[in-house]
């Protein structure tokens, strides 16, 4: 609720008044889906990202506030989804994002994620690889 609404149409693709904020909250499964948040210093939020895991792909969704930002909040949220994701047995890990967010490119970069641009949609994608388990 904090964000601008030009950040919530960046971080969502739309714009979302507090009432779509209502219904995507609702509907993050707390037992299935990943929710992850920093805090600076002081123990104020500065970034939260969610990542369901849907048929082994996860899916990840960031938002950073002002104050956190250019300070690497979202690659380490990044960093830590795509840790969890491995952990689950994800086979992807992706994000989309609109080619005028230099935040997410950078942390796709920064990642190693294979980009497809489409218009002005951009799409990261990370194939993830699983050491195999072996009975010895």
């Not at 693709?13 to 929710?35: K, P, Q, T």
């Not at 992850?36 to 950073?64: Q, Y």
């Not at 300070?71 to 990044?78: N, P, S």
Request: glycine share 10%; charged share 25%; aromatic share 6%.
């Amino acid at each position: 609720m904090a964000l601008s609404a030009e950040d919530r149409r960046t971080r969502f693709g739309s714009e979302r008044n507090a009432e779509g904020l209502g219904r995507y909250v609702n509907r993050i499964d707390f037992e299935r889906h990943w929710v992850l948040g920093a805090t600076a210093t002081c123990g104020e939020l500065v970034g939260v990202a969610h990542m369901p895991i849907d048929r082994g792909v996860g899916e990840f969704g960031v938002s950073v506030n002002p104050r956190g930002r250019r300070r690497g909040v979202g690659l380490a949220l990044a960093t830590q989804a795509l840790a969890e994701a491995q952990r689950a047995g994800a086979r992807e890990f992706r994000f989309d994002y609109s080619s005028s967010n230099e935040a997410m490119r950078r942390i796709a970069v920064a990642l190693d994620m294979k980009l497809t641009r489409r218009g002005s949609e951009v799409s990261a994608r990370l194939p993830l690889q699983h050491a195999a388990v072996t009975n010895q």
